[in-house]
Nanobody
Framework: QVQLMESGGGLVQPGGSLRLSCAVS????????MGWYRQAPEKQRELLAT???????NYADSVKGRFTISRDNAKNTVYLQMNSLEPEDTAVYYC?????????????????WGQGTQVTVSS
C-alpha cells in the first residue's frame, strides 16, 4: 500500500558530497515523520536524522553539521544531503517513514522502510 524508493547512493571520495532521495508512493495514507538510518557491516542500524511533518529536525551527533535532512511534502519525498563525507560514513542507507494508513476499518500508524542504498566513501 505504501512503497519507498531510494536513490542517490554511490562511490565518493573523502570530503565529497552525495544527496540521497526517498520517494513515497501508494494510496490512502498521510506521512508523519520521515528519517534516515544507516547500517555498516557488522554494526547495528544507526538513526541519523529525522524530520516531522512540520519540518522540525533532529540529528545524530555523528552527522550533525555535515548532513541535512529535508522533505518535499508535495512530492512525498525526503532527502539527505551529505557533505564532508568520511570513510566512516560508508554504509547502506535506509529511509524510514511513519505513515497513517486509512483502511475500511479505520486508520493505523505504520512504519515503512526503503530498500537501502549503498554509500561508499573511499579514495
Amino acid at each position: 500500500q505504501v512503497q519507498l524508493m531510494e536513490s542517490g547512493g554511490g562511490l565518493v571520495q573523502p570530503g565529497g558530497s552525495l544527496r540521497l532521495s526517498c520517494a513515497v508512493s501508494g494510496s490512502n495514507f498521510d506521512i508523519n515523520a520521515m528519517g534516515w538510518y544507516r547500517q555498516a557491516p557488522e554494526k547495528q542500524r544507526e538513526l541519523l536524522a529525522t524530520i516531522t511533518s512540520g519540518g522540525s529536525t533532529n540529528y545524530a551527533d555523528s552527522v550533525k553539521g555535515r548532513f541535512t535532512i529535508s522533505r518535499d511534502n508535495a512530492k512525498n519525498t525526503v532527502y539527505l544531503q551529505m557533505n564532508s563525507l568520511e570513510p566512516e560514513d560508508t554504509a547502506v542507507y535506509y529511509c524510514n517513514v511513519i505513515a497513517l494508513v486509512y483502511t475500511s476499518r479505520g486508520k493505523n500508524s505504520r512504519a515503512y522502510w526503503g530498500q537501502g542504498t549503498q554509500v561508499t566513501v573511499s579514495s
